[in-house]
């Protein structure tokens, strides 16, 4: 379960980040409603605890200008090395399923993709280090177990109508897959969230 909620943050930290791009939109207000998560059927390693997780104001506004709170603590406990990836796999939810592909937006990639973890933290580094980032731990791969969290603030910028148009009101799925860099899973977990607007 703490990992899935881990998922729930990076997943709003990755659109959030992903909303950073030009064009301005309508605004939106998005509230997650049901919300479901674990691991997935088979999926035995777990790699990391949640301790905390605060995101404000919920409903989240998106719009120009809106503000976001985040603070996060979790405990890394298995080191992630050099070379690990992340892959995504979105879906809406419905009588037929709709997968979301891999969109590009500028030098941004939503929806179902595949990301490098070191290629994530390098482009989120002035967020993301030091200020999460346990005491001595670079900002890069490998990962050392240890304690990561803290406070953040953000203020979105123009959001693009496409991203607007992604976050239709459903149910959706994201699943998780950590891939080591030999290509075998790490661990797998699952969200299920319904969105309102």
């Known amino acids: ?4 909620e881990m998922l729930r943050f990076c997943v709003a930290i990755a659109a959030l980040l992903c909303l950073a791009s030009a064009s301005p939109a309508r605004k939106v207000k998005l509230s997650l409603g049901k919300f479901e998560h674990g691991y997935c059927d088979g999926a035995e390693n777990q790699p990391l605890t949640l301790n905390n997780l ?26 992630v090395p050099v070379g690990s990836t992340v892959s995504l796999q979105a879906k809406k939810l419905g009588l037929i399923d709709l997968p979301i ?18 290629h994530l933290l390098d482009e989120f580094a002035e967020f993301l280090c030091p200020d999460f980032f346990p005491e001595g731990q ?9 304690n990561y969290g803290g406070v953040a603030n953000f203020v979105l910028p123009d959001i693009p109508s496409l991203i607007v148009d992604l976050l239709a009101a459903g149910e959706y799925q994201v699943t998780v897959h950590a ?8 661990t797998c977990f699952y969200v299920k969230a319904e969105v309102t607007s």
């Open 54 to 79: 605060v995101v404000k104001p919920d409903p989240i506004e998106i719009h120009t200008g809106a503000t976001i709170d985040l603070e996060v603590d979790l405990d890394l406990l298995e080191e």
């Open 101 to 118: 592909p891999c969109v590009a937006v500028d030098d941004l990639h939503i929806g179902s993709c595949e990301y490098d973890i070191q």
């Open 179 to 186: 891939i080591r860099p030999d290509g075998s899973e790490e």
């Open 1 to 4: 379960d703490n990992i899935a």
């Open 138 to 146: 670079a900002c890069q791969t490998p990962l050392l177990p240890g």
